[in-house]
Structures are given as C-alpha cells and as structure tokens.
T-cell receptor
Framework: GENVEQHPSTLSVQEGDSAVIKCTYS??????FPWYKQELGKRPQLIID?????GEKKDQRIAVTLNKTAKHFSLHITETQPEDSAVYFC???????????????FGSGTQLTVLP | DGGITQSPKYLFRKEGQNVTLSCEQN?????MYWYRQDPGQGLRLIYY???????QKGDIAEGYSVSREKKESFPLTVTSAQKNPTAFYLC?????????FGEGSRLTVL
C-alpha cells in the first residue's frame, strides 16, 4: 500500500518568513495530493490540493509543488502570519486504475509555529 | 447548516467496556470514513464505507467495528479487543476529492 513520509515534524519560523513542508510517497499510481490544516482543538480542513497532471498550484500565500519522477510534493507558505500556526498534514491517493482501495494515506503531520 | 457531526466530544470509559462513537452527515456524501489520530502519527484509517450497507477495513481495523445502515450515519464501536483505545477519533465524509471532517471525539480509557 501507499506510504507517505512528512518532514519536518516541527517547524518554527518568524512572522513574515516562508515555511516549507515536504512529503514523499511510495505508490507511483497516486495522482491526488491534498494538504490539510488542523488548528488547535479544531477539525482538519483542506487548504490546497494538486493532481498529478499539474506541477504547481498557487492560492494566495500558499502553493504546492509536485515532482512525480521523484515522488515528492511540498507545501510552501509565504509571508507567514501567526494564524498560520497549526498542524499541517499531507496526503496521497492512488488513481482509479490502482488495485488499492484508493483511500487517502496521510503523512504524520508538521506542527508549524509562527513566532511574532 | 450542512456538515458532519460527531458525538460525544469527550468520552471516558473503563477498560473492557465497548464504546460507540456517533457520526452523522447531511452533506449527501456516499463515502464516510473513520480515522484515529495519535500524536506524531498523523491520521490512520480505521474503516470506510463507500455506500450504504457496505464497508471495508482500513489500516488499523482490529478491535473496531462499524455499521452503515443509513447514508447519513456511520457509527464506530471501539471494542474491548482494541489494545490501546485512548485516542482522538475523527469521522469524515466525501465524494471524489475533499474530505470533510467532524470535530472529533476524544476517548479516554481509564
């Protein structure tokens, strides 16, 4: 089955700096890669996703890049703000042609702290 | 107000007792999921259901059971066979992309 590794597990940045979180996946059939943000005591919420036919996607201060050859994808947050402090999870899901169950496999999470 | 509702939010139980966590959604999603969240381990899939009256085991199904008698409801039972049941449990629903999560249920076994 799919295995997703996420690094780093904790990340502290100064307000205004950029933050980068990286994930690798093992199943070459995976074609959907979402990122979820979980604020303290709240539910995870989708912040951005990318499909395997695209190399990069941006939404205001956040962007995701995908390298299918190397099987890794990254989340980039620019001009970080204190409200960006949260746990971020990456995930991967195999395509419909895969023999697997096509369920999301999550990384272990990154605790991002933005220092004022 | 559409969404996914879990109850109870906090639950304490004695060792050896079965516990059932409720999950209800009014988003008209076919698929529903149960995840377990432990510190440093991300979200691990317990069970999922893609249609009423059908469900499959996820990666860590041992010691858990589910039912899917209605599209809106996907309750999870944590049985006495689960060796380490203390955890935060998240229910989710979705279609072909985004998952929508409930607010979670924190189970503590004393």
């Amino acid at each position: 089955g799919e295995n997703v590794e996420q690094h780093p597990s904790t990340l502290s940045v100064q307000e205004g700096d950029s933050a980068v979180i990286k994930c690798t996946y093992s199943d070459s059939a995976s074609n959907y890669f979402p990122w979820y943000k979980q604020e303290l005591g709240k539910r995870p919420q989708l912040i951005i996703d990318i499909r395997s036919n695209v190399g990069e996607k941006k939404d205001q201060r956040i962007a995701v890049t995908l390298n299918k050859t190397a099987k890794h994808f990254s989340l980039h947050i620019t001009e970080t703000q204190p409200e960006d402090s949260a746990v971020y999870f990456c995930a991967a899901r195999a395509g419909i042609s895969s023999g697997s169950a096509r369920q999301l496999t999550f990384g272990s999470g990154t605790q991002l702290t933005v220092l004022p | 107000d559409g969404g996914i509702t879990q109850s109870p939010k906090y639950l304490f139980r004695k060792e050896g007792q079965n516990v059932t966590l409720s999950c209800e959604q009014n988003l008209n999603h076919d698929a529903m999921y149960w995840y377990r969240q432990d510190p440093g381990q991300g979200l691990r899939l317990i069970y999922y259901s893609q249609i009423v009256n059908d469900f499959q085991k996820g990666d860590i199904a041992e010691g858990y059971s589910v039912s899917r008698e209605k599209k809106e409801s996907f309750p999870l039972t944590v049985t006495s066979a689960q060796k380490n049941p203390t955890a935060f449990y998240l229910c989710a629903s979705g279609r072909t992309g985004e998952l929508f999560f409930g607010e979670g249920s924190r189970l503590t076994v004393l």
